[in-house]
Structures are given as C-alpha cells and as structure tokens.
C-alpha cells in the first residue's frame, strides 16, 4: 500500500513539473478583411460571455474604437492547456465535473467546425474558454441579440418603406457594404425605434470637391460614401433603422486608400441624380422627408438626418472636422453641438496636445432647411490639405471617423 501511495505521488508530482514547464497560453488569429471583435468572439463561441469581451480589448491593449488590422494577429480570450492524458479537470486543476463537460464540449465543438484541427486527447492540446475560469459567473448573457446576419436579411426585414409608391420594394436593396462587410454582428438593441438618414453630398454628375494634384485624383463624393457605408454599418450593428440615400450598387466599403472616381450614384438606389444641383437636394430632401412621414405615422418619435461632406479649401489650411445645424431647430442645434464635443474628446484621448479646432455653427443650407428630420451636416476635412488628407486616405481613420459620429448618435439625448 505504501508504495503504491509512493508512485502515485511521484507521478502528481511528475504531471506537476511537466505542466509548470508548459505554462498556458492564448491563442492567437490572424485578422481578416472584415472582421471585427463582435465577429471573431462570436465564430469561437465567446461573445455570450459579456468578461471575454472585455478581455478580448485587455489582452491586445487595444479599445472599442481600435478597428482590427487585417493580417494582424490578435490574441483570444482562449487559454491553451497541455493536456495530461489522465482528465480536464486534472489538467487544470478545478474540481467542478459540470465545469469540466462544457469544456470538452466546448473543444468537441470547435474541432467539428474545423476552428482546431485535432481533438484535445490526440494532440494534447486543450483550450480553455476565459469565461469557464476566470469570470464570476459562466451564464450567457441576455439571448435577445441577434446571430449574425446578413446586410442583406438586415435591409429586408429593417427597410421596409417604400421610397416612392410605384416602386417595388425589392428593387430597393443594393448591396451596400459590399462582400468583404456584408456579414456584421448586431451588438445590442440600444437604437431599436430610432431612424436615421444618411446622405453622401454630392454623387452622380457632381463628384464635388477634388483634388487632381494629389498621386492619385481624390473625389469628395467617394471618400464622404464611403463614410456614411461604415457609419451605417455601426449604427445597425446597435438596432437602428438606417436609409442610406445616395447609393452605389458598385461600391461597397473599400479598404484601399484611393477611391476611384465614378457617377453611378442613384438617390435610394434607383433615381438617377439630377445635374442641376438644386433639383439634387431637392430629390434627396424629398426623399427623406417622404420616408420621415411613414415612419412618423408608425408611431416613431426619433428620426435624424446626417449630410456628410469634404470640404476644399486653400492647399495650406488644415481643417479640423466641423458642423452645421438649422438655427430655428433645437434638436439640430444639440446634436452638432454633441457630435463636436465626441470629436473634441476623442482628440483629446488619441491626440494628446494637438488641440481641436472644429466648430459649430448654424447655416442655411438648403438640405437643412428643407428636411423634415433634425438634421447635422458634417465637413470631414479640406481635401486639398496633405495632412487632412491622411484623414480621407488612411483606411482606419475613415473608420474612426464613421465610429466618432457614430458614438455622437449614440450618446446623444433628445
């Protein structure tokens, strides 16, 4: 008996040294075209579990404004055990049988979705979910988010009011996002009930302001498109009911720093956009405003327009982003003035010391005064300004300017 305890202890002892010279790890993937936190927690069975997404930011050093770069490795709140060959709850001392089954589980998964190549007892590799060991409870949290899902489903069941009563309402999905975005993961539901309409200025005939000094031609309608797609994408990934106005069925959300020029555009996907300009604002506004007195007659009490535009001014004047709002609107006047301060402290945060100089003030411009939702009207930057022009061509800063206005919509109180 005594020396039956004796090798029983020499092998505990033995598992023991192993295990101490193979401390565990986290797992690492490599980030794709399109990923994002949300979609990578999600496709490893984390994001139910509200402690591995804030692990997730813990462990990269990186905050919920940070956009993933694409080829950049990222480490999952997933610890790597060597597994012992003898059981789960050996390998990682726990004692909790219930604990150890959803781990095996949890790897039997994984391996059937190909997400690991082998199961843990041939490779003796175990992973380790962060949620089963270190947060202080392992239930999912609320089941009311939506999977993943589609732009496509997303438009069909969200956008359901018709531009124009002639027009067939499937006629009026495009793929916005294109393919590389056109899967996304809904957050919350903390904007269900609120709509917004997102206009890119200029489009079609009229590219707006550009820049044919530059190494490649930068036109004001692409890059300002190409923010309203990320700003749409953001606020749908929180249940709010988004029209895009001016769309491009060619272009979706591009990585690229330059954005080729074209004149596709279409108000809501179909109408062609007129060459006159005032008969262009006149088509958007009207487009708004039809969709606003649906939505109004629904029952829905908040409804607000953003017109994105880049500005052009002299090569050397460098131009923060700045806001224009209707002077006899209030709600106009509260939210420019929102959006600016969630710009000013965003400098404040990620710039420290250079200042922020972007102002708001009230002007009479035609889309202003002519929608029937509160409204905000945005110049990003001077496209003529090499620095400004870091902020247009830098694939992340269009996302973080996307993400700036977004967090301006989502804090703002009525």
């Not at 007892?121 to 962060?130: D, Q």
């Not at 031609?217 to 953001?234: G, K, P, Q």
């Not at 001014?313 to 106009?332: A, E, G, I, L, V």
């Amino acid at each position: 008996m005594l020396q039956k305890t004796i090798i029983t202890s020499l092998f505990i002892i033995f598992n023991l040294t192993v295990y101490a010279d193979s401390a565990p790890y986290y797992y690492k993937i490599k980030a794709k075209s399109g990923d994002g936190v949300y979609a990578l927690l999600r496709k490893y069975e984390l994001l139910d579990y509200g402690c591995n997404i804030q692990k997730f930011y813990d462990l990269n050093n990186i905050t919920k404004d940070t956009p993933l770069l694409i080829g950049k490795k990222y480490m999952l709140p997933v610890k790597i055990y060597p597994y012992n060959g003898k059981s789960i709850r050996s390998t990682i001392h726990i004692y909790d049988y219930d604990k150890a089954v959803r781990i095996k589980k949890y790897n039997e998964r994984l391996k059937a979705k190909r997400l690991r190549k082998k199961d843990y007892v041939s490779s003796k590799i175990l992973w380790v979910p962060h949620h089963e060991l270190e947060c202080s409870v392992s239930t999912p949290i609320s089941k009311d988010v939506d999977k993943s899902i589609t732009q496509s489903n997303f438009q069909q069941r969200e956008l359901k009011i018709n531009a124009h009563p002639t027009t067939n309402i499937d006629n009026l999905y495009i793929p916005l996002f294109g393919k590389d975005y056109a899967n996304f993961e809904v957050e919350d539901r903390s904007l269900k009930g609120k709509v917004y309409y997102l206009v890119s200025g200029h489009g079609g005939p009229d590219p707006g302001a550009r820049c044919t000094g530059c190494t490649s031609t930068l036109c004001e309608d692409e890059y300002a498109y190409d923010v309203v797609l990320r700003l749409a994408r953001n606020l749908m990934m929180h249940g709010a009911t988004v029209h895009v106005i001016i769309k491009d069925e060619n272009d979706g959300i591009r990585d690229q720093p330059f954005l080729d020029c074209d004149k596709d555009e279409r108000c809501l996907g179909i109408h062609k956009l007129p060459l006159n300009q005032k008969k262009r604002l006149q088509q958007r506004s009207n487009a708004i405003n039809r969709l606003y007195k649906t939505y109004k007659k629904q029952g829905y009490k908040e409804q607000y327009s953003i017109f994105i535009h880049v500005d052009s001014r002299t090569k050397n004047k460098r131009q923060d982003s700045y806001f224009y709002y209707y002077k006899h609107s209030r709600t106009s006047k509260a939210l420019a003035k929102q959006m600016q301060s969630t710009f000013k402290a965003k400098y404040d945060r990620y710039q420290k010391g250079r200042g922020y100089k972007g102002f708001v003030k009230d002007r009479g411009l035609y889309v202003l005064r002519n929608t029937l939702p509160p409204a905000v009207y945005v110049e990003l930057a001077n496209i003529k300004n090499p620095d400004d022009q870091e902020r247009l061509i830098k694939t992340s800063n269009r996302q973080a300017l996307a993400n700036w206005l977004f967090d301006g919509f989502k804090t703002f109180k009525k």
